[in-house]
């Protein structure tokens, strides 16, 4: 009997997508609500981790940014001037609704992720969404981003508000409280477009570069029969370079949602007109601020997360997501 001949690419896709709806059919694998939550649990814990143990290297950042005349030593340079005018204990300032904040925003944002690309494949059939995987990646990634700042939002304007006013106020309570009934809600708020701004931009980019350098990596090792160490190992990597390439795309918006956070607006003044203000001030060197110091914690978080992402889902059995890479 002659042999069957190989599979044409057309063909192959029609086999994952069938493998893939075999896979999400199975009835010992969570779905539904139960394998979205799992996610979103993932996410949540590798955003407040990453976060939360970065909150040095984001106070001496945020203070780059917001007073570069007198934080101009860079990452470590800035850290030992924290340190001797205010102690130790300052360079975790904002850890409260750090760690608080990006919980949220990482229940959201990975979680969100996976549901919005489960439904592009929905909608668009799973080989027309493998071949346009690209635009799939980046309309998910943006959609769960966009839920995901909302939530977000209010505590990074109080951890913005404790960092560069120090005698504000003491931890995340107070701090939320004093603004809420100095400045009411929209205070909060008053950042949202900065932080679209930065985040969307930045998601975007995180998930996309993250998902085009593992399927290049994948292409040249059998993910079946990698070793859960190397497939750690992988998630690191393939996060480190996307979180240069986040990190870049979203700093001058980072820069000014440092800056329209540190103080209220004047009376009458929009969000809109303090913006223009705000990048006339800075203008393209000034909006770059702090970026060496971005770089070396945007990188190193976004390959924690990716990693400790991927470890959690595998614990929790959440292996239900369609992967649409060739």
Request: glycine share 14%; proline share 5%; charged share 15%.
């Amino acid at each position: 009997m002659a042999a069957a001949p190989p599979p044409t690419p057309s063909g192959s896709l029609k086999l994952d997508a069938m493998r893939a709806t075999a896979a999400a059919a199975d009835p010992t694998k969570p779905q539904g609500l139960a394998l979205y939550s799992r996610f979103a649990f993932a996410g949540a814990v590798c955003c407040s981790v990453t976060h939360g143990a970065f909150t040095p290297v984001d106070v001496v950042k945020t203070r780059i940014q917001l007073d570069p005349v007198t934080y101009n030593r860079g990452l470590i340079g800035g850290f030992r001037q924290v340190v001797a005018s205010e102690g130790f204990g300052a360079v975790w300032t904002g850890f409260g609704p750090t760690a608080a904040g990006y919980f949220l925003q990482g229940a959201f944002k990975f979680g969100g992720y996976e549901f919005f690309k489960q439904q592009c494949i929905n909608q668009l059939g799973y080989e027309t969404a493998s071949k346009n995987r690209t635009a799939v990646y980046l309309a998910s990634s943006a959609c769960a981003e966009f839920f995901a700042d909302i939530a977000l939002c209010p505590l990074e304007a109080t951890r913005i508000r404790l960092v560069s006013q120090p005698t504000f106020a003491n931890g995340l309570i107070g701090g939320f409280g004093k603004i809420l009934k100095n400045e009411g809600v929209g205070a909060f708020y008053s950042g949202f477009g900065p932080i679209l701004f930065k985040q969307v931009p930045y998601t975007m980019a995180k998930f996309v570069v993250y998902e085009k350098v593992s399927e290049l990596v994948y292409r040249q090792v059998d993910k079946s029969k990698a070793s859960s160490g190397m497939q750690t190992g992988i998630n690191l990597g393939s996060g480190l370079i996307a979180g240069f390439a986040a990190a870049l795309v979203s700093q001058p918006a980072d820069t000014m949602l440092s800056k329209i956070n540190k103080t209220q607006g004047l009376p009458g003044e929009g969000t809109i007109s303090r913006l223009v203000k705000i990048g006339k001030e800075l203008g393209f060197r000034g909006s770059y601020a702090g970026i060496g110091a971005r770089l070396f914690m945007v990188g190193g978080l976004t390959a924690g997360q990716f990693a400790i992402y991927g470890d959690i889902k595998k614990a929790l059995g959440a292996t239900g997501g369609v992967e649409i890479a060739k």
